[in-house]
């Protein structure tokens, strides 16, 4: 897995939005659930946002329900994240992780975290 921050970099203003993608290869990925996962300076890792290739089913944080959305790019092995309206407490370094379900223990495979910063 790679995770790479989208166009316009890691650095966004509040209310400004900024697009993650996590590139996967090497697995059947409908087999999985794709994760990001956030971690802010001292303060433990944080799931915002799952989703199950294979239904399509997905999960988010209460803190970024309205704002956040995960999708699967339509016929790519790449999972993006959108994200709306940033906060200040936004920033964080966000990671994907491959799992078996949307739970932070089961996720068995990460990928490189890109940092997000919210700052004006």
């Known amino acids: 897995l790679s995770a790479a921050a989208g166009v316009g970099g890691g650095l966004v203003q509040p209310g400004g939005s900024l697009r993650l993608s996590c590139a996967t290869s090497?697995?059947?990925?409908?087999?999985?659930?794709i994760g990001w996962i956030r971690q802010a300076p001292g303060k433990e890792r944080e799931g915002v946002a799952c989703?199950?290739?294979?239904?399509?089913?997905?999960a988010y944080a209460d803190s970024v329900k309205g704002r956040f959305g995960i999708f699967r790019d339509n016929g790519k092995n790449t999972v993006s994240l959108e994200m709306y309206s940033l906060k200040v407490e936004d920033t964080a370094v966000y990671y994907c992780?491959?799992?078996?379900?949307?739970?932070?223990?089961?996720?068995?495979?990460w990928g490189k975290g890109t940092l997000v910063t919210v700052s004006s």
């Open positions: 992780a491959r799992g078996r379900a949307c739970t932070l223990r089961d996720m068995d495979f």
């Open positions: 090497g697995f059947a990925l409908d087999e999985y659930v």
């Open positions: 989703i199950s290739i294979s239904d399509g089913r997905k």
